[in-house]
């Protein structure tokens, strides 16, 4: 699932971006960790928009260690003066033991209690991260350990879960909810219930939005492509139900976008 700039609207904005792939250790609980870091001058700021991935994310920075839930719109933040944040994109098997509810945290984020666990973590990713060469190593190794930690081993229903999630956002993904119970093996409503248990959204949401995703990648990488090609590769149903999903989410038409994003 790694993509270095699959839900980033604007890559060319970004201050330094990484992502780095979960080590093996954790690679049940991760998908990929993500660290941006920034340098913005006196009075100015860099604001940053993503269609983020249907998924939670452990975020750990300078502050807090936070939990992000799932989201079903375009979301920003604006980078001021310097900083970073180390970011694990977690897979549902990590989820429940950090959330009882994620529907809960849908289009929400939460700060964990400071209890003595988090504490540690959050002082031993500062400490990664102010440490020069190998720092984004060094912290997501950190991240990386607190999670064994926290999850301990992982179940078969976790792991069903992950499954789940790989073939509704993995290379090849389903286009539909049915086409995806059935690649698992379970009925649709099995697969809805296994999506709110750990993500919070539908299995349909989950699938709008990566489709989002990709159509809005495709859009901006692919300038010689048409919409309307685009749009029937991705299963929308015209080049008008691209449109409108890109407006109802983005506030923009995906030409504007297109138009936008050129060199």
Same mark, same amino acid.
């Given at each position: 699932?790694?993509?270095?700039?699959?839900?980033?609207?604007?890559?060319?904005?970004?201050?330094?971006?990484?992502?780095?792939?979960?080590?093996?250790?954790?690679?049940?609980?991760?998908?990929?960790?993500?660290?941006?870091?920034?340098?913005?001058?006196?009075?100015?700021?860099?604001?940053?928009?993503?269609?983020?991935?249907?998924?939670?994310? +452990?975020?750990? /920075?300078?502050? *807090?260690? =936070?939990?992000?839930? $799932?989201? #079903? %719109? @375009?979301?920003?933040?604006?980078?001021?003066?310097?900083?970073?944040?180390?970011?694990?994109?977690?897979?549902?098997?990590?989820?429940?033991?950090?959330?009882?509810?994620?529907?809960?945290?849908?289009?929400?984020?939460?700060?964990?209690?400071?209890?003595?666990?988090?504490?540690?973590?959050?002082?031993?990713?500062?400490?990664?991260?102010?440490?020069?060469?190998?720092?984004?190593?060094?912290?997501?190794?950190?991240?990386?350990?607190?999670?064994?930690?926290?999850?301990?081993?992982?179940?078969?229903?976790?792991?069903?879960?992950?499954?789940?999630?790989?073939? +509704?956002?993995? /290379?090849?993904? *389903?286009? =539909?909810?049915?086409? $995806?119970? #059935? %690649? @698992?093996?379970?009925?649709?409503?099995?697969?809805?219930?296994?999506?709110?248990?750990?993500?919070?959204?539908?299995?349909?949401?989950?699938?709008?939005?990566?489709?989002?995703?990709?159509?809005?990648?495709?859009?901006?990488?692919?300038?010689?492509?048409?919409?309307?090609?685009?749009?029937?590769?991705?299963?929308?149903?015209?080049?008008?139900?691209?449109?409108?999903?890109?407006?109802?989410?983005?506030?923009?038409?995906?030409?504007?976008?297109?138009?936008?994003?050129?060199?």
């Amino acid at each position: 699932m790694v993509n270095p700039s699959r839900g980033v609207l604007y890559p060319a904005r970004l201050p330094q971006f990484h992502r780095l792939p979960a080590p093996s250790s954790v690679a049940g609980l991760v998908a990929w960790f993500w660290i941006p870091e920034w340098d913005i001058e006196p009075g100015r700021s860099s604001r940053q928009e993503v269609v983020a991935y249907p998924a939670l994310n +452990l975020v750990v /920075d300078a502050d *807090a260690v =936070t939990l992000s839930g $799932a989201t #079903t %719109r @375009l979301s920003h933040r604006d980078l001021r003066g310097s900083g970073w944040a180390v970011g694990a994109l977690l897979r549902p098997a990590a989820v429940v033991a950090l959330i009882d509810d994620p529907s809960s945290l849908v289009d929400a984020e939460r700060v964990l209690d400071a209890g003595e666990d988090v504490a540690d973590l959050r002082r031993a990713v500062a400490d990664a991260m102010e440490a020069g060469e190998g720092r984004r190593e060094r912290a997501v190794e950190a991240v990386s350990r607190w999670l064994e930690k926290r999850v301990g081993p992982v179940g078969e229903p976790a792991r069903q879960a992950n499954a789940a999630i790989e073939v +509704l956002m993995g /290379d090849g993904a *389903a286009l =539909t909810t049915e086409e $995806a119970a #059935t %690649r @698992l093996a379970v009925s649709v409503r099995t697969l809805q219930r296994m999506t709110h248990r750990h993500v919070g959204l539908s299995p349909a949401a989950m699938i709008r939005r990566r489709r989002l995703q990709e159509a809005a990648q495709r859009v901006r990488d692919e300038p010689g492509v048409d919409l309307a090609s685009i749009a029937a590769e991705l299963g929308y149903a015209d080049h008008a139900h691209l449109t409108r999903d890109f407006q109802a989410v983005l506030g923009i038409a995906p030409r504007v976008y297109r138009s936008e994003t050129r060199g």
